[in-house]
């Protein structure tokens, strides 16, 4: 059944969505290390 | 705890596997719509995750308001209190059960009742002074990503089924897109605003925006829509084996919902931390150039 193309489509849907907030939230987190790490060496 | 993490990651991505396998392989297709069905797997545990958030966003944000007074505080408390006790009062009477619509089990109703003030006590246990507030944005963010995926995979499993994408006015799909754009809303308050009051002023758009949830829960009874039945709570009839994968597919993802939840309310803190730092930064540089001394005291965290 063609429909399957549909399942297979949902479920890469969930994990890239999921991947995308994932790196977004690793991203901020790097920026925000190495913020602090600035503001340390400013110290 | 930095052990912690490590080690229900790799139980999360275990369980999510175990939940995958089940979900494709062990459970039953269905008779009426093939595999497509399959997609149910993935699309009510994030509705029910994202509705756990945003139910979680509401309680931070009305305990945020509360805290602001002590007396307020005590009152909410009592309020909640005395909700969650007459709501499963309420459930066993037999003229309130009768405005329950039909299929729906005063039991699944009194349990929801009582959840409230078992979250209102436990959530202000655990995250004293700021944290509620950084609770707050945390379980909103991470909602939107889970409604985002209900809006999304729900296209996917309805072009095959009913054989359009959207169904215009229905109400389900039309409440749920519009709590995806309040908590978008209350998002980008929260991301665009400087004032003092923009914590404030986010929580009470989340005691409002909250009341959507119900809303989109109770619309498939209420009225006349598309969208099936629900499978839990009574109405749908599914089949025990398809039940059974679905609670383990949601049990999962409960798990990396807490994971991910984790993450972002780190991600919070430090934000704070920085922003603190800078202000102690800028506060001391101003200091040097007017040759005054300030006292500078840093908050604990």
Redesign the interface.
Known sequence: ????K??F???I??WV??GV??GS?VR??SQ??K??KE?GK?? | MKRLFPILSILTVVLLAYA?YEALVVAPTDAL????Y??IY??VP?AWTAFLLFFINFISSIQYLARAKPSRDRAAKWIVIGIGVLGVIATFIPAVQHLLPNGMRPSAVATTVLLIPIFYLLIGRWFPGDRLDVLAVTSAEVGV?FC??VL??GP??A???WGIWWAPGDIRLTSTLVLWLIYVSYLMLRGFSNSAQTQMLAAALAVFGALDVPLVYFSIWFFRTQHPQPVIGGGGSMDPRMLHVLLISWIAFLC?AFL?CW??FR?EL??R??EQ??AM?SLAGAGTSSKTSLPLTRSSR
């Open positions: 059944m063609n429909s399957v549909f399942l489509a949902a479920y849907a969930t969505i999921h907030y994932l939230v901020r987190f925000l290390r913020q602090l503001l400013e110290k | 995958l719509q093939g595999d497509v399959r997609i993935y699309h994030s990503v985002t995926i999304v995979t996917l499993w072009r095959p089924v990396f991910v993450s972002r991600l430090l934000k931390e920085v730092a800078h930064e």
